[in-house]
């Protein structure tokens, strides 16, 4: 199947510093990426839907100016995490979608990366 | 209520035995199903589609019925190994899915 690779997969920063996270698909090219938040015992929540060449689109309630994406390229996408307090610690994971016959939507997610904010 | 409800769970059951998991969702537009694993601290892993004929993959069952907007899997004869948390996921359209709680499973010997 398709790969998709995050970095970095564990960041431990200081709070009111900025962390970025890529995300790249390997081996196909992806107009679309996702990004994920999943806190501990909860489910993934999507953040934003990131399209290439254009700005991203935001669920309710994630804040864009704090969440920035960039989807520069078909292969990365980049969610920068600003001014970074420990409520935003959390497990992020980037997904890239494929279309296959039918319609059918298969996402292809990173390995995920853990932040941690002193 | 939840876009994509689950079985809260947890499941533990034994070696070889039947466990059945069922998921409802709101959006009756909703096109696209999916069950997806998710090993602790790791990210989810796409176990299998779900078609509204119904289709099996091994000792792995899911089926989908649009009318009652619901969507199942059936693990037959369960392995240690199937110990995860499984995830209903609905795509609406876009691309864009929603994940369910997830329902934990744990098979012991």
């Known amino acids: 199947g398709a790969v998709v690779s995050q970095h970095p997969s564990r960041v431990i920063c200081k709070s009111g510093t900025s962390v970025k996270i890529e995300c790249r698909s390997l081996?196909?090219?992806?107009?679309?990426m996702f990004w994920y938040r999943q806190f501990p015992k909860q489910s993934l929540m999507l953040m934003a839907t990131?399209?290439?060449?254009?700005?991203?689109?935001?669920e309710q309630g994630v804040e864009k100016d704090k969440f920035l994406i960039n989807h520069a390229s078909l292969t990365l996408s980049t969610l920068t995490v600003t001014s970074a307090h420990p409520e935003d610690s959390s497990f992020y994971i980037c997904?890239?979608?494929?279309?296959?016959?039918?319609?059918?939507?298969?996402?292809?997610f990173g390995p995920g990366t853990r932040l941690t904010v002193l | 209520r939840k876009e994509v409800e689950q079985d809260p769970g947890p499941f533990n059951v034994p070696e070889g035995a039947t466990v059945a998991f069922n998921c409802t969702y709101s959006?009756?537009?909703?096109?696209?199903f999916f069950w997806y694993r998710q090993d602790c601290r790791k990210e989810p892993k796409l176990l299998m589609s779900?078609?509204?004929s119904g289709n099996e993959d091994g000792r792995f069952t899911a089926q989908l019925n649009r009318a009652s907007q619901y969507i199942s899997l059936l693990i037959r004869d369960s392995k240690l190994s199937d110990s995860a948390t499984y995830l209903c996921?609905?795509?609406?359209?876009?691309?864009?899915?929603?994940f369910g709680d997830g329902t934990t499973l744990t098979v012991k010997p």
């Open positions: 990131s399209n290439e060449g254009s700005k991203a689109t935001y």
């Open positions: 081996d196909f090219q992806a107009t679309t």
């Open positions: 959006n009756s537009a909703s096109q696209s």
């Open positions: 779900v078609y509204s």
């Open positions: 996921v609905v795509n609406g359209g876009a691309g864009k899915s929603t």
């Open positions: 997904s890239a979608a494929t279309r296959a016959g039918g319609g059918n939507n298969e996402q292809f």
